[in-house]
């Protein structure tokens, strides 16, 4: 789950390490571990995954919020797709190294290469689905924040970034889970700038998902811009 459908540039680049530093505890919490480790056998064997969404993005400097419906697509181990709807369509691609951003309204199809192996980025919206816990540790310090919810049913866990350049410039993600399910149902994210929150609407593992969904042919008079 987002991906922001506006300032794809800003969901890449760099932006101050040290406000990831400040947004919480330096050190993990074994018991954030040990849920995550759940989490990643539970998903062992997943070669696939849709999800729906509705998502509020939140400006902290000008106090304006942009609702929005999506859907997204997943292909182990690279293929990624997500697209929003009202009020205004976007489609965001993530294909190998590429990253692909088409705004129909605009014409426009942003493009940025991204690392791969070891210094890849982690996408927010899989975070929540049994990625590897080393990996997840790599880039974030995991804890269990002292608010918890009043449903004992829920579980939330705070990730938050060692260096933005590794976690989409987001520098704390809480996803707070089922703990029966084992499945995340709401994401609150912290950038720079802004604040997203999304809450799944559907989820369905190895989901069968057809290849041409990722295929990226745009109109003719599309205008790219390379980051």
Known sequence: ?????????????????????????????????????????????????????????????????????????????????????????????????????????????ERFQLQTGDSAPINQMLVGFGLSVERILDVFTVHLPEEQPSDEKLLTVDFVSKDVSRTMDYTRIRITFNREALEPRLLEMDEQEDSVTVRLKKIQPNAEIKEDLFKTDFPADVEIVEY
Request: charged content about 25%.
């Open 1 to 109: 789950m987002t991906i922001a459908p506006r300032n794809f540039k800003a969901l890449f680049l760099s932006v101050a390490v040290l406000l990831a530093a400040a947004a919480g505890p330096a050190q993990n919490s074994e018991e954030a571990i040990a849920f995550l480790r759940q989490l990643e056998e539970k998903n062992e064997g997943l070669t696939s995954l849709y999800g729906s969404f509705h998502q509020v993005r939140s400006n902290k400097m000008f106090l304006e919020e942009i609702e929005s419906n999506g859907e997204f697509w997943y292909i182990k181990p690279d293929q990624f797709r997500c697209d929003y709807h009202e009020p205004s369509e976007a489609r965001f691609y993530l294909v190998g190294d590429t990253g692909l951003y088409y705004t129909p309204e605009l014409k426009q199809v």
